[in-house]
């Protein structure tokens, strides 16, 4: 069996994602320790919050140096992906640079937190094999702008990257915990890779 990590930095999203792994059939550590962290085969960096606290979180137990250098498959979730990216507007943190693009905030005209399920365009990739119904579990209020390591699009007043992959780095905005059997399916994907 895979092991696997949760990312335990004080700003996660964990007990539904611990839940959507379990109805899976597997178990999580959750830890935020450097060596455990680097020696799991795939780790989850979930993350909800503000940006500048979470990225103080990560700074505290030196995790902002350990994730990029991680050589196991690494899934970002919402915030989590949103400090993989180069900076954010959030408190105009900068990010951990695994993704060349920029968090910013939506326009004060759409109503924010953009909250609720929406339909995602989704682009050939390992992450979305065999899903058939592309409607995800959205809350947020930031977003990455379009990038070339989009490997999904969402459209809400304007269309922002919905998921990204570099190597063997992947995030997205949504969340797949929250998403039913197709976000599972997108865990199970990611933890078949």
């Known amino acids: 069996m895979k092991k696997v990590v949760i990312i335990d930095y004080g700003a996660g999203n964990i007990q539904s994602l611990q839940f959507a792994l379990e109805k899976l059939g ?44 991680l050589k196991s498959d690494v899934f970002g ?7 993989m990216c180069s900076s954010t507007s959030e408190g105009n943190v900068e990010g951990l640079g695994i993704f060349d693009t920029k968090v910013e ?8 937190p953009h909250m609720g399920w929406n339909k995602i ?14 409607y995800m579990y959205f809350v947020h209020s930031f977003f990455a702008n379009r990038n ?3 490997i999904a699009v969402c459209d809400y007043g304007i269309s922002f990257s919905a998921a990204l992959a570099k190597d063997n780095f992947f995030g997205c905005q949504f969340h797949p915990e929250k998403s039913g059997p197709m976000g599972l399916k997108i865990i199970q994907n990611f933890i078949e890779l």
């Open 26 to 69: 597997i178990k999580a550590a959750l830890s935020n320790n450097p060596d455990e962290i680097s020696a799991a085969e795939k780790v989850f960096f979930p993350g909800v919050g503000h940006a500048s606290y979470a990225m103080e979180q990560l700074k505290k137990s030196g995790l902002d140096k350990i994730i990029p250098q």
């Open 105 to 112: 905030e939506f326009e004060p005209k759409l109503k924010v």
């Open 121 to 134: 365009q989704t682009a050939d990739s390992p992450l979305f094999k065999d899903l058939k119904e592309p």
């Open 148 to 150: 070339k390591y989009e």
């Open 77 to 83: 979730i919402c915030l989590g992906m949103q400090l």
